[in-house]
């Protein structure tokens, strides 16, 4: 709830506020106990009924609602209500403002009211979300459509509201409750009111039967989410809350993909089409995610009639509005331009009953019913994937035939020709940058099919802009960088006219533990000067690499192992900066991703301004950093074991023992079973890391993390290992990849951390969650 949301206390509101602090210092565990301090009362903007206020005394914050003064209509504005359940809900750790004490007494401010705590988080009046990215808007609308599920699933006896409605018959109560409600109301005659509701009377559903906690005016504006993170943190105005049929709750929430553009959403916005803007999940999407967080059908009946009824109820809420605004008791400042929205949705009920409607889409990709990709995810996939069929796969010889030949050659740390044409083609179609959300609006989870997808050919994910590690560099000076820093070196890189390299790893420390560090990065007037050794700095040797970013120690007084590293800009070309050598990996030197160099750092001095975040903020940026970078890694590596997979079945069918085929022998198809599962498995839990990363952001997926960098490049060595065996010699000779696959996924259980450093991490994880589960039933 933002105080920014709100005004002073309006004429026809205000009330006793001395009485109201009385009453707080009598009532309010611990608000007596508060530094001396002045009760701040402002009221909020929002609301269109009962009447909100922010309070605050000292540097504690509150909010009070109340029923509006006057006089009211029969049966609404029920405070005693929204403080049952909340208080239920609260105690059932569902998102809701903590309810802290209701009163009945209206002589304290006039009417009853509560209070609860207030909530500090973002709430959206628009409800296209024009303040936040593409990638972040389908996030936000994804983590409120399984909020909604959640408060569904709710057992409403466990929740001891059994009492709490009246349960079956809700749809046709609904289709009573609001009709007497807008003949109430009325201001004038509307014959499609008329008409939706004899229409709605005759068309009830053949189960009506459903008896679920239901929020009653579940939408996006009734939601306050984390202030930085998809995440859902309390839900507003419980109301018109009751027991009833979640349908009618969940059409309510939908209906925005079935507005009439010439009404406003609610009051906000403009006339814009909701499903046309960018990062709104298809309606499709939304009712995938709704019925598999519920483990329900997809599949609505008399979902016309649901739809219908929104639009209905909407009218009459719209009505209600205006009609108080008459008597002059409205909470809200624009009440008097309900008046003209009561008609058109109206009108647009009744459309909707004439037309079949449909709920579900078939998914598409293996994934489709657990991890949904966005409608711009879906579309950028099948770009992807039709440019590597179309231009990648047919320069595989072309690309592997200039490495072979300038195998010995300087020209080996150049790029082939076709490797620049195929980047152009790729930058043409708008298939660039795709692994950044800010500039492409995919989120982690759209953009984990498309690494996959780029996986599958070595040279692939240099084409779109995508290869490492140029994207966790670029990662590190979008999120942290200065807009200097950004201009020199990010907007370059993301042009693609440079490439940059990493150095973090050392030859003379055990790097398992970064702490063990020994490069110094040590202050010297306007400058910063760098010392140390470093090695895999992947990407030096490559010939278009212009800067690095180089991890080292500072000399401070922090007592925090973890805070006495920094991150620095280091130009290739600067003086001091002495590539030493390139680094084998059994063999192979990986000339097409800039190999994996030993860089030595001599007196390199660099001006201040190329510190980034600041100083002992290292290993702070390297959790940034390396958290969508695993999951790019692991996607690309499942990419690579299917690949694998695809040659060791080729060769199974191809290839003859004994008699008959490979696959005919029982290991083998027994290796070809046990990959598939491996592969799916693997993938699985990294389309989970990656939601989360999305949803809650990757320091608290920091578990998620870890388990797919053990899992992912240990699947894809045994996937690649047998693939290798069912071709025999073949497998470790350069006329095939197997080798090279091999060497390049085994290097992947040791970079960015071995496995025995995820699992000790993932261990304290676990243990530290079943503490808390234990303290939590004790």
Request: charged share 20%.
């Amino acid at each position: 709830m933002a105080e920014q949301d709100t005004s002073a206390v309006r004429e026809k509101h205000q009330f006793d506020e001395r009485g109201l602090e009385l009453f707080l210092c009598e009532h309010l565990a611990g608000y007596s106990s508060a530094p001396p301090a002045a009760l701040t009362v402002r009221q909020y903007r929002s609301g269109q009924s009962n009447p909100t206020f922010f309070l605050q005394k000292g540097q504690r914050k509150y909010v009070l609602r109340k029923k509006p003064h006057g006089p009211l209509l029969p049966g609404a504005h029920r405070v005693e209500r929204e403080y049952q359940v909340q208080m239920s809900l609260f105690a059932a750790g569902f998102p809701v403002p903590r309810p802290l004490l209701y009163c009945k007494d209206v002589s304290v401010i006039g009417t009853e009211f509560y209070v609860m705590d207030h909530v500090q988080g973002r709430i959206f009046r628009d409800v296209t979300l024009p303040e936040v990215s593409p990638a972040e808007r389908s996030a936000l609308y994804v983590a409120v459509t399984e909020t909604l599920s959640r408060l569904h699933s709710f057992n409403i006896h466990t929740l001891n509201l059994s009492g709490y409605g009246k349960g079956k018959g809700y749809c046709q109560r609904q289709v009573t409750t609001w009709k007497k409600q807008y003949e109430r109301a009325a201001h004038t005659d509307i014959p499609a009111m008329n008409q939706l509701s004899d229409w709605l009377i005759n068309n009830l559903p053949s189960n009506d039967n459903e008896e679920a906690l239901i929020h009653g005016d579940f939408r996006i504006d009734n939601i306050i989410f984390h202030p930085t993170e998809a995440r859902v943190m309390a839900v507003l105005d419980w109301e018109l809350s009751t027991i009833g049929h979640p349908m009618a709750d969940l059409a309510y929430f939908s209906s925005l993909y079935f507005w009439p553009r010439e009404v406003r959403f609610f009051g906000h916005g403009s006339g814009k089409n909701f499903i046309d803007v960018e990062g709104i999940p298809a309606f499709e999407d939304l009712m995938s995610i709704y019925s598999r967080s519920r483990a329900v059908s997809s599949s609505v009946s008399d979902w016309s009639f649901f739809l219908a009824l929104a639009f209905f109820k909407s009218a009459g809420i719209f009505q209600g509005i205006y009609a108080r605004f008459l008597i002059g008791n409205s909470s809200a400042e624009n009440a008097s331009i309900f008046a003209e929205m009561v008609q058109p949705l109206a009108e647009n009920g009744l459309k909707l009953t004439k037309r079949e409607i449909r709920t579900t889409k078939a998914p598409s990709g293996p994934m489709g019913e657990l991890f949904l990709r966005s409608v711009r995810g879906e579309r950028v996939l099948q770009q992807v994937k039709q440019f590597m069929e179309q231009h990648v796969y047919p320069a595989q010889q072309e690309v592997l035939e200039y490495y072979t030949k300038n195998e010995n050659l300087p020209l080996r740390w150049k790029k082939p020709l076709i490797i620049e044409k195929l980047k152009e083609g790729a930058k043409a179609e708008g298939l660039w940058n795709l692994f950044l959300p800010a500039i492409s609006g995919l989120s982690q989870t759209d953009y984990a099919f498309i690494a996959e997808e780029t996986g599958k050919c070595f040279f692939a994910p240099e084409i779109f802009n995508c290869q490492a590690p140029d994207t966790g560099n670029m990662e590190v000076l979008h999120m942290y960088g200065t807009e200097k820093q950004k201009k020199e070196w990010l907007e370059p890189l993301l042009a693609g006219r440079i490439q940059s390299c990493f150095c973090m790893t050392e030859p003379d420390v055990a790097s398992s533990d970064a702490t063990n560090m020994e490069c110094r990065i040590q202050p010297d007037g306007d400058s910063y000067v760098v010392n140390g050794k470093k090695w895999w700095s992947s990407g030096a040797g490559n010939s278009n690499c212009k800067v690095a970013i180089v991890m080292g120690k500072m000399e401070n007084s922090s007592s925090s192992r973890y805070k006495q590293h920094s991150m620095i800009i280091v130009p290739m070309e600067t003086k001091g900066v002495d590539i030493v050598r390139a680094l084998k990996v059994f063999g192979y030197e990986d000339t097409h991703h800039g190999g994996h160099f030993e860089v030595h750092f001599n007196n390199v001095r660099v001006p201040l301004s190329n510190l980034i975040l600041g100083e002992g903020r290292g290993f702070e940026i390297a959790q940034g950093r390396l958290g969508p970078g695993r999951i790019h890694h692991c996607m690309r590596t499942i990419g690579a074991a299917e690949s694998a997979l695809q040659l060791m079945c080729a060769r199974a069918a191809q290839r003859k023992t004994f008699g008959k085929k490979l696959y005919e022998h029982e290991v083998v198809a027994h290796w070809i079973a046990e990959s598939r599962i491996a592969i799916e498995q693997a993938r699985l839990l990294t389309l989970r890391a990656a939601k989360a990363v999305d949803t809650v952001g990757s320091a608290r997926a920091r578990k998620e993390i870890a388990m797919i960098k053990v899992v992912a490049p240990r699947m894809a060595c045994e996937v690649a290992d047998r693939a290798i065996q069912v071709f025999g010699g073949a497998g470790v000779s350069q006329d095939f990849p197997l080798a090279f696959m091999y060497s390049a996924i085994r290097t992947l259980r040791i970079a960015d951390g071995p496995d025995e450093v995820h699992l000790s991490a993932i261990a304290k994880m676990e243990l530290l969650e079943q503490a808390k589960l234990l303290s939590a039933k004790m």
